[in-house]
């Protein structure tokens, strides 16, 4: 039951602090984009560490055989590029040329995405409390800048603010829909753990390499500066995860 109360505590928490990126946006659009760029690279940063730092040695170490366990972390990169091709799943961090994508593709498939990243929260607390934490903030730093992207992207499509908040609330649900559907099966799911947490690496390891760390290579106004900050802003992203990972309790 306790860790049941601490996996639905981070998805809400993780949902309710993600569309802070957006509501900021409502607020401040120029700072929302500032801080979304740089998020970005933190982010980026940060689920390299995570996987790298506490997934990876986690699967490795609860099973026999290493080369299995790299494959799964493989089918989870390709499984999710398959989910993000046929669900048109729209991710969008710097409000890139996806107005004329109808809006009730974007609501759905960024519920379908919000329910993925609470089954992963969720499949990993089952497994471990500090992982599950680490997999929270991971999830989190994902969902800082997609949901600027999203606000910014509805708002622009002619919603009023209310609405636009209206649909993120909405597709936020989906985290909480994700998470309960893996609780309920929780017993069932423990034996799988080292398959859950190689499925989990793959996911992170797809976000940055495909979504995050492309984004940052294409954005107005490069310079050295602004350049040699998205390395050292990536580097602190992923030595942030290494310090979490040796000091938080195993």
């Given at each position: 039951?306790?860790?049941?109360?601490?996996?639905?505590?981070?998805?809400?928490?993780?949902?309710?602090?993600g569309?802070?990126?957006?509501?900021?946006?409502l607020?401040?659009?120029?700072?929302?984009?500032?801080?979304?760029?740089?998020?970005?690279?933190?982010?980026?940063?940060?689920?390299?560490?995570?996987?790298?730092?506490?997934?990876?040695?986690?699967?490795?170490?609860?099973?026999?055989?290493?080369?299995?366990?790299?494959?799964?972390?493989?089918?989870g990169?390709?499984?999710?590029?398959?989910?993000?091709?046929?669900?048109?799943?729209?991710?969008?961090?710097h409000?890139?040329?996806?107005?004329?994508?109808?809006?009730?593709?974007?609501?759905?498939?960024?519920?379908?995405?919000?329910?993925?990243?609470?089954?992963?929260?969720?499949?990993?607390?089952?497994?471990?409390?500090?992982?599950g934490?680490?997999?929270?903030?991971?999830?989190?730093?994902?969902?800082?800048?997609?949901?600027?992207?999203?606000?910014?992207?509805?708002?622009?499509?002619?919603?009023?603010?209310?609405?636009?908040?209206?649909?993120?609330?909405?597709?936020?649900?989906?985290?909480?829909?994700?998470?309960?559907?893996?609780?309920?099966?929780?017993?069932?799911?423990?034996?799988?753990?080292?398959?859950?947490?190689?499925?989990?690496?793959?996911?992170?390891?797809?976000?940055?390499?495909?979504?995050?760390?492309?984004?940052?290579?294409?954005?107005?106004?490069?310079?050295?500066?602004?350049?040699?900050?998205?390395?050292?802003?990536?580097?602190?992203?992923?030595?942030?995860?290494?310090?979490?990972?040796?000091?938080?309790?195993?």
């Amino acid at each position: 039951m306790q860790i049941t109360v601490f996996a639905l505590g981070a998805i809400i928490g993780t949902s309710l602090l993600g569309l802070l990126g957006g509501l900021l946006l409502l607020w401040k659009e120029k700072l929302a984009r500032r801080v979304s760029h740089v998020l970005v690279s933190f982010g980026a940063g940060a689920l390299i560490g995570i996987v790298f730092f506490d997934l990876l040695p986690e699967a490795l170490e609860g099973a026999d055989d290493a080369t299995r366990v790299l494959q799964l972390v493989f089918a989870g990169f390709l499984l999710f590029y398959i989910i993000e091709k046929s669900v048109a799943w729209y991710h969008c961090h710097h409000h890139e040329a996806v107005t004329r994508v109808p809006r009730y593709l974007i609501v759905l498939g960024d519920f379908i995405h919000n329910m993925i990243d609470g089954m992963l929260i969720a499949a990993t607390f089952l497994v471990d409390a500090r992982l599950g934490l680490i997999t929270a903030v991971g999830v989190l730093l994902h969902e800082l800048p997609q949901e600027v992207g999203d606000f910014g992207i509805l708002l622009h499509s002619g919603l009023s603010r209310a609405r636009v908040i209206g649909y993120n609330l909405l597709s936020s649900v989906g985290a909480l829909v994700g998470g309960v559907l893996v609780l309920l099966f929780g017993a069932r799911l423990e034996a799988f753990a080292p398959i859950l947490i190689a499925l989990v690496a793959g996911n992170f390891l797809y976000i940055a390499a495909v979504d995050l760390i492309p984004s940052t290579h294409h954005h107005e106004n490069a310079s050295r500066h602004r350049e040699a900050l998205h390395v050292a802003v990536f580097i602190l992203g992923a030595a942030l995860m290494w310090i979490i990972s040796e000091t938080l309790p195993g």
